[in-house]
């Protein structure tokens, strides 16, 4: 993402050819469930709404546990509900263009359909903008200073900024960019941009850092150090510092990622306490949980949550 995009916004305040046709649900599967009336459904009904959509609906969500096409008798099993009732949503749902049915094999898989909505909503998914509005509280309940930054020609760019309840006085502020190699910020983006897009900027940094005979406690200058810290960063999803960017302050920072996981906004805390680094630090926890609500979580990721069964 580039910076010039965020220059003038203010974030503070068809039916598939060769489907097959089956029976669609009849009217008396439409019937507007009562409010407080529970359901046998395996993932609820929404109070006031229509019972079969509900159901159906539970169906389609039960096609991305699955790595690819499906049998009826699989998604049948995995969305807790008869073949039969499986059968008619899924006719529905080719009708639709949400799904489609294999020819030779008879499986079936989302449809043209399923994959515009899914790039729509990915399309008005606006990182910064969500992640801004809910800074202020990270920064309240950490009691730390907080920022967000983007990548820009320049490098990791500061657009959106915190102070938190601690004062903290520091020369970081809009606009303000941080290098790639003693900065947690900068490690961040090393670690989850793709290694065309940063090499330039690190070769540059690791040039200068060699000549001078500069290393860090945790990183030498040179592309095998390089490679260890940024798999440390994306195991642990924390990179940080201990003032060698700005004297005094220590830094934590992770990644916002999108469906691809590449960083969309570094998310980083930072302040007076050297506590801010330690594994058992109530704020580095308050920030891998606020860029994991904030983040696209990837297929792999999908594929392995609690209750999703993969294929």
């Given at each position: 993402?580039?910076i010039?995009?965020?220059?003038?916004?203010?974030?503070?305040?068809?039916?598939?050819?060769?489907?097959?046709?089956?029976?669609?649900?009849?009217?008396?599967?439409?019937?507007?469930?009562?409010?407080?009336d529970?359901?046998?459904?395996?993932?609820?009904?929404?109070?006031?709404?229509?019972?079969?959509?509900?159901?159906?609906?539970?169906?389609?969500?039960?096609?991305?546990?699955?790595?690819?096409?499906a049998?009826?008798?699989?998604i049948?099993?995995?969305?807790g509900?008869?073949?039969?009732?499986?059968?008619?949503?899924?006719?529905?749902?080719?009708?639709?263009?949400?799904?489609?049915?294999?020819?030779?094999?008879?499986?079936?898989d989302?449809?043209?359909e399923?994959?515009?909505?899914?790039?729509?909503?990915?399309?008005?998914?606006?990182?910064v903008?969500r992640?801004?509005?809910?800074?202020?509280?990270?920064?309240?309940?950490?009691?730390?200073a907080?920022?967000l930054?983007?990548?820009?020609?320049?490098?990791?760019?500061?657009?959106?900024?915190?102070?938190?309840?601690?004062?903290?006085?520091?020369a970081?502020?809009?606009?303000?960019?941080?290098?790639?190699?003693?900065?947690?910020t900068g490690r961040?983006?090393?670690?989850y941009?793709?290694?065309?897009?940063?090499?330039?900027?690190?070769?540059?940094?690791?040039?200068?850092?060699?000549?001078?005979?500069?290393?860090?406690?945790?990183?030498?200058?040179?592309?095998?150090?390089?490679?260890?810290?940024?798999?440390?960063?994306?195991?642990?999803r924390?990179?940080?510092?201990?003032?060698?960017?700005?004297?005094?302050?220590?830094?934590?920072?992770?990644?916002?990622?999108?469906?691809?996981?590449?960083?969309?906004?570094?998310?980083?805390?930072?302040?007076?306490?050297r506590?801010l680094m330690?594994?058992?630090?109530?704020?580095?926890?308050?920030?891998?949980?606020?860029?994991?609500?904030?983040?696209?979580?990837?297929?792999?990721?999908?594929?392995n949550?609690?209750?999703?069964?993969?294929?």
């Amino acid at each position: 993402m580039e910076i010039d995009a965020w220059a003038n916004l203010d974030i503070t305040n068809r039916k598939p050819s060769g489907f097959r046709t089956f029976e669609t649900p009849g009217k008396d599967d439409m019937q507007r469930k009562p409010p407080n009336d529970a359901g046998d459904d395996k993932n609820g009904t929404a109070p006031g709404g229509i019972q079969a959509l509900d159901a159906a609906l539970a169906v389609l969500r039960v096609f991305r546990s699955f790595d690819g096409p499906a049998t009826l008798s699989d998604i049948a099993r995995e969305a807790g509900m008869p073949p039969s009732k499986v059968h008619r949503y899924l006719a529905s749902f080719i009708h639709a263009g949400l799904a489609v049915q294999r020819e030779r094999s008879g499986r079936y898989d989302l449809g043209p359909e399923a994959a515009e909505l899914g790039v729509a909503a990915i399309s008005r998914n606006n990182f910064v903008v969500r992640a801004a509005e809910a800074l202020e509280e990270l920064a309240e309940t950490t009691g730390q200073a907080a920022l967000l930054a983007v990548w820009s020609h320049s490098g990791p760019t500061v657009v959106r900024l915190e102070r938190g309840p601690n004062l903290t006085t520091t020369a970081i502020g809009l606009g303000s960019t941080f290098p790639l190699l003693d900065s947690a910020t900068g490690r961040v983006f090393l670690s989850y941009l793709p290694r065309q897009q940063v090499m330039p900027r690190l070769r540059l940094e690791l040039d200068r850092a060699t000549a001078a005979g500069i290393n860090w406690p945790d990183l030498s200058p040179n592309p095998d150090s390089v490679e260890a810290l940024t798999k440390r960063i994306r195991r642990e999803r924390i990179a940080h510092v201990d003032g060698r960017f700005i004297p005094g302050l220590t830094a934590i920072s992770s990644a916002i990622t999108n469906w691809q996981e590449e960083i969309e906004v570094a998310v980083t805390l930072f302040g007076t306490h050297r506590e801010l680094m330690e594994p058992t630090s109530p704020a580095r926890t308050a920030l891998v949980e606020f860029v994991s609500r904030h983040s696209i979580a990837p297929p792999q990721q999908l594929s392995n949550a609690p209750g999703v069964r993969a294929r």
